[in-house]
C-alpha cells in the first residue's frame, strides 16, 4: 500500500485582488476568512504548495470543508472552500421535517433516521445529492447526480476499531476510506489498488469552539487529478464522513 502523509497539494494566485467597489468591511471580513483558512491548511492540516487547480468542487486539489457554528446544532451547514479562502460551493442539509428538527433538539435519535444534503456549487446550484438511509449500526450513503442518476455509494464496513468504508460504483468497490484512529478524525482514501489517492484531516477548532458549538472542520487534499466517478465520490466523501459517523461526541477522549 502506497501511503504519503501530508504531501504536496494544489497552489493558488494570491486572492486579495478584491474589486474596488466592494464595501470596506466586506473586502476585512474576506481577508480575514482567507486568512484564516489559510492558516487552517497549513498550520493545522499540515499542507503545503504544489500545483494549480481549476477553480472548482471536481478540479481543486485542496478543499477545506467548514461547519458553521451553532450553539444549536438543528441542520448541517457547510462551507466549503479552496486552500486560499475562495468560496466554491456550500453543503446544505435539506428536507428536514419539523418533527425531526425537534428531535435532533431534545435527542440524539435522529443519528438514527434519514439525511438528505445537497453539495451546491459557487452558484448555489447543486452539483451532487447526498441520501444517508436511516440506520441501526453501519452507515451507506447513496450519491447520485441532481438529475438522479447514480454515482455511486459510500458504506461503511465495521463498526468496532477504526473505521473503514468501501467506495462503491456500477456494482464495484473503487475505493475505501480508512480512518487513521479510533476517534475517526483523520482518514485516508484510496483507490482499488489500495494506494492512497486523498486524505481527510480534521482540524482543531480551538478549546471554546470545540466546547461551546457543533462546528466541525476538515480539509480534504487530493494528491492528483482523479478520474469519474471517483473524484466525484472523493469530493462527496469528505462531506459524508461526519454525517454518517455522526460526531456527537465533542471531548478529546
Not at 458553521?68 to 475562495?86: C, F
Not at 461503511?156 to 480508512?178: E, S, T
Not at 482540524?203 to 471517483?230: C, F, K, S
Amino acid at each position: 500500500m502506497t501511503t504519503h502523509s501530508n504531501t504536496s497539494a494544489g497552489q493558488y494566485p494570491d486572492p486579495d485582488g478584491a474589486t474596488q467597489d466592494q464595501p470596506l468591511l466586506q473586502k476585512g471580513a474576506d481577508a480575514r476568512v482567507r486568512r484564516q483558512v489559510q492558516r487552517q491548511v497549513r498550520e493545522r492540516a499540515g499542507v503545503t504548495g504544489g500545483g494549480t487547480g481549476g477553480g472548482t468542487l471536481f478540479t481543486e486539489p485542496v478543499l477545506v470543508v467548514n461547519q458553521k457554528a451553532k450553539l444549536i446544532e438543528v441542520t448541517n451547514e457547510y462551507r466549503v472552500m479552496d486552500q486560499n479562502g475562495l468560496e466554491l460551493g456550500s453543503v446544505v442539509q435539506v428536507g428536514q421535517s419539523t418533527l425531526k428538527k425537534i428531535m435532533r433538539l431534545v435527542s440524539s435519535l435522529d443519528q438514527f433516521m434519514t439525511h438528505k444534503l445537497e453539495i451546491r456549487d459557487a452558484d448555489g446550484q447543486p452539483v451532487l445529492l447526498l441520501t444517508r438511509p436511516r440506520k441501526i449500526f453501519k452507515s451507506r450513503v447513496i450519491v447520485q447526480r441532481p438529475d438522479g442518476s447514480p454515482v455511486g455509494e459510500i458504506v461503511q464496513q465495521n463498526m468496532i476499531g477504526k473505521i473503514n468504508f468501501a467506495i462503491n460504483a456500477d456494482g464495484q468497490q473503487i475505493g475505501a476510506i480508512k480512518a487513521e484512529n479510533w476517534r475517526a478524525w483523520n482518514f485516508a482514501i484510496v483507490d482499488h489498488a489500495e494506494n492512497e489517492v486523498a486524505r481527510i484531516t480534521k482540524t482543531w477548532e480551538g478549546m471554546a469552539r470545540t466546547m461551546l458549538t457543533t462546528a466541525d472542520n476538515y480539509v480534504l487534499q487530493i494528491h492528483y487529478q482523479l478520474p469519474e466517478p471517483l473524484v466525484s465520490l472523493v469530493v462527496a466523501t469528505a462531506l459524508t464522513v461526519d454525517t454518517a459517523l455522526k460526531q456527537d461526541a465533542r471531548g478529546f477522549g
